[in-house]
């Protein structure tokens, strides 16, 4: 089939590159330039429409991150400011713990004489604060001579004491359930009807083992709206109730007010919702033996309040986003855990925002005035791209004529190369200097030469290399087989199979049989550090000193020590060998063996097959000169079946990287025990293979099986 490329014009490369040079330029312009004349005409309104959604969403973003700031910020103030309400708190539930240690302390000794004086409401003190005023409640039987009443006495310098170290209180002070009252400092206040045992500091005080909080309520003695926290004392005459007064005024001027700097306000609220402080929070026309209306969050209709107000009475710390009325406010809270008490922070968010409010404004004037002049820009710019529309297209028009001679002269010299070097002529070389690609191009093509000229005289060489490199690996497993038993010995009594095969055209494992006197024979596996042709000659220099050794002495132990000091003496490897040598007894029915650092042999035994590893383990023969391994001896029994073998069994792996392992080689021996041990041999060999699968082998595999038959 003809290509289509044939029904072109018949052009020669300079030609072409010429025409699809200016074609590709000129559409290239013509397009860029109409594009461009279209975008500059928009660009004005894309650019007010650009700068307002970009102001639109700064403003967003950052009226976002301050709310969130203002989040975090509240919800920290508002965390502090419950932090330094309950040190307020603490100290004064401290004070009063101390004091009522000091209450109790005064039960156990005779009335002290305090330092400061205490008088009645009907005389008044030179100085009132040097001065307690003590008060006995109607229908009281205790008389100032009471003993009761004496003792009493001794809490005076105390409650000083306590209203001297807390500047907050307003007035320190304890009653009795027989109606004593003492209050410091004295004070005139209208007492008329007035009982202690009757206030709600006193009854919920002897109910409460801590410290009680009251609500608020209007002084009795005139000074206006007060909370009193206040804490029980058993004595032998009943109960003493000893209570501190701060001032809900104190409150919001010392820790709630100037919270937010005036722009928002503080609440304190207690575990029932009422409200314990407020701005503009004050006694009014209330006073003191009326009930003082109450504030309470879950009476309001806002079901947002309620909400907030259920989170604050349970303990919890958060933040809220509350409309009141035409305005909306940040509402930050957290707890008082000593109290159970909760404080809130109030801040409109107007507030917050104001400032990004201004910002907007500025972001759309600024707009504006960016559009008229980007018109004024776009008309100039239209022009200056006509200019330089017709100016481009001239210079491509003269660059394209020039630039198609350059590439072609180059191309023209490597059509010559190429024909030369596809002639077989591997001498031709391509002189182009013309400093780009195309002379780089031409040194590779020489280089290629050079290369290809190489390389065939190095495949060559190579090819009589690797001829005679597995003609030499052919020669040493020869030899190398020759080192291995020709035959396995026949022992009445006793069935045997042995079998190596290497990982390599040569391994570094033996196994060998040597006829000790006594008609005993001595069975050996060993195995080589290292692979390939140094650990099969190593292996063979081994071999015939183990073979010469095991010869001479019938004691293992002798034997491998002898062994190691003529392999050690040597002296010219680093290469080790593990070593289990064992000798059998066919009369006697015994094994005598010592392990150099070999795997121990495994022996099944019984019917319920059981299977134990041999014990004892020593050095690897040709690390040190001097090796002892004690000679170990074991019964042989009928039925028995011995595995020596080497570690290419056990760490055996397949495609996934795990090892075959003691156990399936153990499940594997005592699976096959009953059959013959060529049978035995051919399912171990079957057994690894098919774990293994794909993977190569990674070391030489060598075993002997002994069966005492």
């Known amino acids: 089939m003809t290509p289509a490329l044939s029904r072109l014009p018949k052009l020669n490369v300079r030609a072409k590159i010429l025409v699809m040079f200016l074609a590709l330029s000129v559409i290239s312009l013509i397009i860029t330039g109409y594009v461009a004349l279209f975008t500059i005409s928009n660009m004005a309104d894309s650019a007010e429409s650009s700068s307002l959604m970009q102001g639109k969403q700064a403003v967003e973003k950052a009226t976002n991150a301050l709310q969130e700031s203002e989040e975090q910020h509240l919800v920290q103030v508002a965390s502090d400011q419950a932090l330094v309400t309950e040190v307020l708190f603490e100290d004064t539930d401290t004070e009063l713990r101390l004091l009522a240690v000091q209450a109790e302390t005064l039960q156990n000794n005779p009335p002290i004489q305090p330092i400061i004086h205490s008088y009645n409401q009907n005389t008044r003190p030179a100085d009132p604060y040097q001065a307690t005023l003590y008060y006995l409640s109607p229908g009281s039987s205790v008389t100032t001579d009471s003993e009761e009443f004496r003792k009493s006495a001794g809490m005076d310098d105390l409650l000083k004491g306590m209203y001297d170290a807390d500047s907050n209180l307003t007035a320190v002070y304890f009653g009795t359930d027989s109606g004593i009252l003492r209050t410091y400092p004295w004070d005139n206040p209208d007492l008329e009807n007035f009982d202690p045992r009757n206030r709600e500091w006193f009854t919920e005080a002897k109910n409460t083992s801590g410290v ?60 029932r919702g009422n409200i314990i402080s407020r701005p503009n929070f004050t006694a009014e026309n209330h006073t003191w033996d009326k009930p003082f209306p109450q504030d309470n969050v879950f009476s309001s209709p806002d079901p947002a309040l309620v909400a907030i107000g259920r989170n604050m009475t349970a303990g919890k710390t958060g933040f809220e986003r509350v409309r009141f009325g035409d305005a909306e406010s ?77 590439i072609t002269r180059p191309v023209d010299a490597l059509k010559s190369a190429a024909l030369a070097l596809g002639h077989g002529d591997l001498e031709y070389r391509v002189s182009l200097h013309t400093g780009d690609e195309f002379e780089e191009l031409a040194n590779s093509f020489n280089h290629m030469a050079t290369d290809l000229r190489q390389n065939i005289t190095d495949l060559q060489r190579t090819t009589a290399e690797k001829e005679r490199y597995t003609k030499e690996m052919e020669i040493a497993k020869e030899i190398q087989d020759t080192f291995l038993p020709d035959t396995i010995p026949v022992i009445p009594g006793y069935e045997i199979a042995a079998t190596t095969i290497p990982a390599m055209e040569i391994g570094g494992d033996l196994f060998d049989f040597i006829q000790v006197s006594g008609n005993r024979w001595g069975f050996v596996i060993a195995d080589v550090s290292g692979k390939g042709v140094s650990a099969a000659l190593y292996m063979a220099v081994s071999r015939t000193m183990l073979h010469a050794s095991g010869g001479e002495h019938a004691d293992p132990s002798v034997a491998i020590r002898q062994a190691n000091q003529r392999i050690y003496g040597d002296g010219r490897s680093t290469m080790f060998i593990t070593v289990f040598y064992a000798v059998l007894d066919p009369t006697q029915m015994t094994l005598s063996y010592v392990n150099a650092g070999h795997n121990p042999p495994l022996l099944v035994r019984g019917d319920p097959s059981a299977f134990r590893m041999f014990e004892g383990k020593g050095i690897a023969l040709g690390v040190i000169d001097e090796v002892e391994i004690p000679t170990r001896t074991i019964p042989v029994e009928h039925g028995d079946l011995i595995l020596l073998y080497t570690d290419g069994i056990t760490e055996a792996f397949n495609e996934a990287g795990d090892y075959y392992g003691e156990e399936r080689m153990i499940a594997a021996v005592t699976k096959n025990r009953s059959r013959p041990v060529e049978e035995i041999k051919r399912a171990i060999i079957d057994d690894i293979r098919q774990f293994a699968g794909t993977a190569p082998q990674s070391d030489d595999i060598t075993f002997i099986l002994i069966r005492v038959l």
């Open 330 to 406: 940040f509402v930050a809270y957290a707890p008082i855990h000593s109290q159970n008490w909760s404080v809130a922070l109030a801040l409109p968010v107007k507030e917050v925002t104001a400032p990004i409010d201004q910002i907007s404004i500025q972001l759309t004037d600024s707009s504006s005035e960016a559009k008229e002049r980007l018109k004024g820009q776009s008309q100039q710019i239209m022009i200056l791209f006509s200019l330089l529309f017709c100016i481009l297209l001239a210079i491509v028009i003269v660059l394209a004529v020039n630039l198609s001679k350059i």
């Open 212 to 271: 009680f909080w009251s609500k608020p309520y209007v002084d009795s003695f005139g000074h206006g709206l007060i909370v009193t926290s206040s804490k029980a004392v058993a004595t032998p005459y009943g109960a003493w109730v000893i209570a501190s007064d701060v001032k809900v005024d104190v409150i919001n001027a010392d820790f709630l007010n100037n919270t937010l700097q005036g722009k928002g306000y503080a609440i304190l609220m207690d575990k």
